[in-house]
């Protein structure tokens, strides 16, 4: 769908409404109803998650966590993704998460809201890079091309990886056009590519026993080949829960795109629900057919990590129609990842369009040639790349994806919980989407979600211990990075920013704005 010129009635709508919160339209707005819902589908990408967490849920509950699991994480992802769309119906803005929070919750909330947001954000973008990084290794040099890939270490993996973020960096630099019309290949290509391997996963079926496909067996510890560690059948349930959503994730990126989307408190939510819908059903098929084409499970749990390799490469790298849809996964991989810089970098604008991050002066900035917040784009791929380099010697990818599943779901419910408290109080402003009595119950089943995928992830990712007589050094868990990022909210809020950080525009100061806000766009050359 084309995007409404400067002057159309939904252009001048967003606008009034934009303002109405108190920030100028410096993004170039050309998004439609598709755009909004393959940046999200895009990110979601179940050819990521759903391809590179299958050795977790297998290597958890077995079977059931694979699909039971899959429909229980879907669901409450569809649930999470209705109370968001109900806040971004009101309130479409870039910054999303934070601002809705500060508006429902108040300045701290808010504050700590975009720190938690940002860093699931974080986590999400090398995560993909890593099984992007991986499957090319394994599958595409090793298998398909035959090279001996042995020596490829840590450092080849962490210099791969950023190489990977630097060009994403560099496409998002180059305009929103240019993103969206690469996301909107991502979703035509994720359809396309689910739908021929779902086919050729049930072709290389030697049964088709759908009851292998709901039994539960505990495969923590040694019987998933060390994925988990040894835990107890509720635990192992609960970390099956980290496979669906760490894939079924960042379908925030149609809320955080909201300023570059036409008509966005009529299209945001309709982006999100539908590029979740959608992953939930094409990603439940896609595993049933994995499952059938999998001779021995008990066997596959047993190879660990290497269980999606194994059946990939048994049932479909054998033809010249499997090592295309190799490509295909690559691709939509690093497309998956492109669009989750987009979302990342929007968030940093956001935020630091509100002084709410350290370098916020340039963080805010907008390119006036390409209509993108370029530096936040590149401090994306600095800070993804850090990051992938302080969790390589952990197992990457467990820990980016569980990470990223963990502190982005926190950040989801803490806005939908503040808005349970101020529905009907502080909260009056409605858009075209309402759950009414609805939002409170899902509001309680969110807060329950949440812990539990809490407990599961931190569970699932624990520490690695020294052993003087090898040399190995002691590698921290997640608990370490959830107290230290406690720590750090703490000691920053209390220390500074309870002082000096304000929040979004409210009330007077909104008003206060208006000259402000015609020079900003005037600098970008946009049209009031």
Same mark, same amino acid.
């Given at each position: ?87 971004? +119906? ?5 910054? $999303? ?102 086919? =050729? ?52 990126? +149609? ?16 982006? =999100? ?13 896609? /595993? ?36 295309? =849809? ?18 990342? +970098? ?13 370098? +916020? ?24 790349? /850090? ?13 980016? $994806? ?127």
């Amino acid at each position: 769908m084309a995007a409404d010129k400067p002057g159309d009635t939904g252009h001048t709508e967003d606008l009034k409404i934009l303002h109405g919160m108190g920030y100028a339209q410096e993004l170039s707005r050309r998004m439609g109803p598709f755009q909004s819902f393959a940046i999200s589908f895009s990110i979601i990408c179940i050819l990521s998650g759903g391809l590179g967490s299958f050795p977790i849920a297998l290597s958890a509950g077995g079977p059931f966590s694979l699909t039971v699991g899959w429909l229980i994480g879907g669901v409450y992802a569809l649930i999470v993704a209705a109370c968001l769309g109900q806040i971004a +119906s009101a309130y479409p803005t870039a910054g $999303s998460l934070y601002h809705w929070s500060s508006i429902l919750g108040g300045r701290f909330w808010g504050w700590a809201t975009a720190y938690t947001n940002l860093l699931g954000l974080l986590f999400v973008v090398p995560a993909i890079n890593v099984f992007l990084y991986t499957i090319t290794r394994d599958l595409f040099f090793g298998t398909a091309l035959g090279w001996d890939v042995t020596g490829w270490g840590i450092w080849t993996q962490i210099w791969s990886v950023v190489a990977l973020q630097v060009a994403q960096a560099a496409l998002n630099h180059f305009g929103i056009k240019l993103t969206t019309i690469l996301t909107d290949l991502a979703g035509y290509l994720i359809f396309a590519v689910t739908v021929i391997l779902i086919v =050729m996963f049930f072709r290389a079926a030697p049964s088709f026993d759908l009851g292998k496909a709901f039994t539960f067996v505990n495969n923590t510890g040694a019987a998933g080949g060390g994925v988990s560690p040894q835990t107890g059948p509720l635990m192992a349930i609960l970390i099956g829960l980290l496979y669906p959503l760490f894939t079924i994730t960042g379908f925030d990126a +149609s809320a955080h795109t909201a300023e570059e989307t036409v008509n966005a408190r009529d299209t945001v939510h309709k982006g =999100m629900l539908h590029s979740v819908f959608w992953s939930l059903v094409f990603g439940f098929v896609m /595993i049933i057919a994995m499952i059938m084409a999998i001779p021995d499970l008990t066997a596959a749990a047993a190879s660990g990590w290497a269980s999606f390799n194994n059946v990939f490469i048994a049932a479909i790298m054998g033809s010249f129609l499997g090592k295309l =849809m190799l490509v295909g996964i690559m691709i939509s991989n690093f497309l998956c990842a492109l669009a989750a810089v987009t979302s990342t +970098s929007r968030m940093i604008y956001a935020f630091a369009r509100d002084d709410g991050l350290p370098l +916020s002066s340039m963080l805010k900035s907008v390119s006036p040639t390409y209509r993108t917040p370029t530096a936040a784009i590149w401090m994306t791929a600095i800070l993804c790349s /850090i990051l992938t380099a302080l969790t390589t010697p952990l197992g990457a990818f467990a820990a980016l $994806s569980t990470g990223s599943a963990m502190y982005l779901y926190i950040s989801y419910a803490m806005p939908i919980m503040a808005g349970a408290l101020a529905l009907g109080k502080s909260w009056t402003t409605k858009g075209s989407f309402d759950l009414g009595g609805l939002y409170k119950v899902f509001a309680a089943i969110v807060v329950v979600g949440t812990v539990a995928v809490t407990i599961a992830g931190h569970a699932f990712v624990v520490s690695i211990p020294g052993d003087p007589a090898t040399g190995a050094t002691f590698v921290p868990g997640l608990w370490y990075y959830s107290a230290a990022f406690i720590i750090f909210l703490v000691v920053v809020w209390y220390g500074l920013e309870n002082r000096r950080f304000k929040g979004p525009p409210m009330g007077a100061a909104i008003a206060q704005r208006a000259a402000s806000i015609a020079a900003a766009e005037a600098a970008v050359g946009e049209k009031g």
